[in-house]
């Protein structure tokens, strides 16, 4: 309906042009009643589901470590019928290896999303 027919409606006669820019769909009605009604949009159904994903893994970390011990002897001696007594001390050192494990716990989330 151009705009010369719309000068030329008669008394009382209506007219409705509905339409939505970027559609193809539009709606053009005139008369003494006009009703119109118009579906703008279809909604969708969108699914999302959510998935967590847990990783346990086991760290191990080696290390080394000196024990020092100390041993402490009492020596007694006779010289010339002089009995001396003596306190000798010794340090051993041991290298040993050590281990320290631990837990490592990772988390994921991940959403994914469906169209229907």
């Known amino acids: 309906m ?4 719309i ?7 209506g007219y409705i042009f509905m339409g939505i820019k ?9 008369g003494t ?5 118009m579906i703008l949009g279809y909604s969708r159904v969108v699914k999302t589901k959510k998935t967590t994903t847990t990783k ?25 019928g002089v009995k ?12 040993v290896t050590c281990k320290k494990t631990r837990k490592l716990v990772k988390k994921s989330h991940t959403t994914k999303t469906t169209v229907n």
């Open 2 to 5: 151009g705009a010369k027919e």
């Open 7 to 13: 000068d030329h409606l008669e008394y009382r006669n």
């Open 22 to 30: 970027g559609t193809k769909s539009h709606l053009e009605k005139r």
């Open 33 to 37: 009643s006009v009703n119109a009604g």
């Open 56 to 80: 346990t893994t086991n760290q191990t970390i080696s290390y080394k470590r000196t024990i020092t011990r100390v041993y402490k002897k009492k020596v007694t001696e006779t010289k010339n």
């Open 84 to 95: 001396t007594t003596k306190i000798v001390t010794r340090v051993k050192k041991r290298v």
